[in-house]
Structures are given as structure tokens and as C-alpha cells.
């Protein structure tokens, strides 16, 4: 697992928040994988396939966690990964994992649980709008796909690509 600096995490943040400098920073110190987690969040298929092919297995189960796969969350508690597990459970309402990041002197992840927040309901609000709902009704593809299966984060990552 790879070991993400203070700074790595608030320009991540940063370019969570459409911030240019910070997305420039990224690329120059070769982030490309946190660049590819917000938009696996927000469904991009490539950017998931990208976190597992570069096998940042526990990036991969942090886009999954945030949307509540608790075997995905396991896999983080599993690989020690609990700073992304936290920010996870953070993100999804649980104050208790915002106040053990704080307590931890990590309040660089809960600006990133902040930040990916402001993205998921800005998308959801866009998703609901008079528009947003009717680009969803014609996208027919997207409505036969079939969810993969994640249940088992611990006997083979590279199966829970997103399709």
C-alpha cells in the first residue's frame, strides 16, 4: 500500500474541488491514482479499472466503501488502511470516524471527506434535476448493467471492477 503525505492528501483535496494548481501537483509528483478515485466515485469505469490494473487495491475499496459495500470496508480494516476506511465512514454520516481522524492529527482526511461530500450531492442534485433525470432515462445502457459482485474483496480485488 502506498503511503500518502499530508500534503498529498490536501492537494488531492484540492483537486477534488476543481482546483488547477492542486490537479498540476498530482500529475507532476505522479498522483495519477487519486486523481482516478473522484472519478470512480462519480462512476467513470476506466478510472476504477485504471485503481485496480495499478493495483491500488485499497483506493479501489475506498470508492466502494463510500458507497456503503461493507465487504469493501473490511478489506480496508484488513489491510490497515484505516485512515481511507475512517474517511469512508466519515463521508457516509458516521461522526464518530470524523472525531478518531481529528483525534489521530488527521484532519487532512476529514477536508477530503468534506470535499468528496460537496461532489457526491452536487452530482446528486444534478442527477435529480429536471435535466439530469431526463439524461438518465435515456441512458438505457447504463439501466440493463449488471452490478458486480463484491462480496468477496478478500480472495481476489481485481474481481470488483466496476462494469
Known amino acids: 500500500m502506498k503511503h500518502y503525505s499530508a500534503h ?24 495519477r491514482e487519486l486523481i482516478a478515485v ?5 462512476d467513470d469505469k476506466f478510472a476504477f479499472k485504471y485503481l485496480i490494473d495499478g493495483k ?24 490497515k488502511a484505516f485512515d481511507w476506511a475512517a474517511t469512508a465512514n466519515y463521508i457516509n454520516g458516521d ?7 481529528l ?17 457526491v450531492r452536487a452530482d446528486g442534485d444534478r442527477a435529480v434535476s429536471p435535466m439530469g433525470v431526463i439524461k438518465n ?15 468477496s474483496w478478500q480472495k481476489d480485488p481485481k474481481k470488483h471492477l466496476k462494469k
Do not use: C
Request: charged content about 25%; proline content about 2%; aromatic content about 12%.
Open 56 to 79: 491500488h487495491f485499497e483506493l479501489a475499496a475506498f470508492v466502494n466503501a463510500i458507497w456503503e459495500d461493507a465487504s469493501a470496508f473490511k478489506f480496508l480494516i484488513d489491510r
Open 38 to 42: 473522484i472519478d470512480a466515485i462519480r
Open 95 to 101: 461522526d464518530k470516524a470524523e472525531e478518531a481522524l
Open 137 to 151: 432515462m435515456l441512458n438505457f445502457k447504463k439501466a440493463f448493467e449488471k452490478e458486480p459482485d463484491t462480496s
Open 8 to 31: 498529498a492528501i490536501d492537494m488531492f483535496t484540492r483537486h477534488v474541488l476543481n482546483d488547477t494548481p492542486g490537479s498540476n501537483w498530482l500529475i507532476e509528483n505522479n498522483y
Open 103 to 119: 483525534r489521530a492529527g488527521k484532519k487532512h482526511y476529514v477536508m477530503l471527506g468534506n470535499a468528496i461530500q460537496s461532489v
